[in-house]
T-cell receptor, first 113, second 112 residues
Framework: EAQVTQNPRYLITVTGKKLTVTCSQNMNHEYMSWYRQDPGLGLRQIYYSMNVEVTDKGDVPEGYKVSRKEKRNFPLILESPSPNQTSLYFC????????????FGPGTRLTVL | GESVGLHLPTLSVQEGDNSIINCAYSNSASDYFIWYKQESGKGPQFIIDIRSNMDKRQGQRVTVLLNKTVKHLSLQIAATQPGDSAVYFCAEKGDTGNQFYFGTGTSLTVIP
């Protein structure tokens, strides 16, 4: 089954404790992206990647890092999480161009205390 | 930065009626627009898209209209069904790079 998977689905952590949210897709997609979703603000793009070893900042990259060492994986790293990073995070992927349909993962709900 | 907004945060319709969800965007150079549906507890799901060289596109029970003059996008759902109850987001691809900007969403409730 073609899908985007994220882990963990739920995470509660404390300020300053480094964490990684994994994202993996099995569709051989080149474009991958991370979004955060907050009430009243919709989805905002954090980082995106056009291909392996190519990453770019989205609208709200501060406090986040990403890497794209393999085509299928696009982990989101929070080196020193803060409470304002409490949010619902979605990973997405699409085919060869960014105008192909984006498939979203199920989301990761992160709470930073 | 980009600004994509929706005209109404909530919309209630009777089952069988047509629904219209509106969206305004700010960047006249944006060249690609998408509508997504998000059900509770799930990620957004692609519904339909349209490029800036078109003003209308139809799918199964859905139609997207693009008015570039007033920078307005709408999603029409025909014969709305209870399964259409969800939050609907419009999104645009900016003209610089491959970044996407989403609206804040409209919550559609279908009344049986």
């Amino acid at each position: 089954e073609a899908q985007v998977t994220q882990n963990p689905r739920y995470l509660i952590t404390v300020t300053g404790k480094k964490l990684t949210v994994t994202c993996s897709q099995n569709m051989n997609h080149e474009y991958m992206s991370w979004y955060r979703q907050d009430p009243g603000l919709g989805l905002r793009q954090i980082y995106y990647s056009m291909n392996v070893e190519v990453t770019d900042k989205g609208d709200v990259p501060e406090g986040y890092k990403v890497s794209r060492k393999e085509k299928r994986n696009f982990p989101l790293i929070l080196e020193s999480p803060s409470p304002n990073q409490t949010s619902l995070y979605f990973c997405a992927s699409s085919g060869d161009s960014s105008t192909d349909t984006q498939y979203f993962g199920p989301g990761t709900r992160l709470t930073v205390l | 930065g980009e600004s994509v907004g929706l005209h109404l945060p909530t919309l209630s319709v009777q089952e069988g009626d047509n629904s219209i969800i509106n969206c305004a965007y700010s960047n006249s150079a944006s060249d690609y627009f998408i509508w997504y549906k998000q059900e509770s507890g799930k990620g957004p799901q692609f519904i339909i898209d349209i490029r800036s060289n078109m003003d209308k596109r139809q799918g199964q029970r859905v139609t997207v209209l693009l008015n570039k003059t007033v920078k307005h996008l709408s999603l029409q759902i025909a014969a709305t069904q209870p399964g259409d109850s969800a939050v609907y987001f419009c999104a645009e691809k900016g003209d610089t790079g491959n970044q996407f900007y989403f609206g804040t969403g409209t919550s559609l409730t279908v009344i049986p």
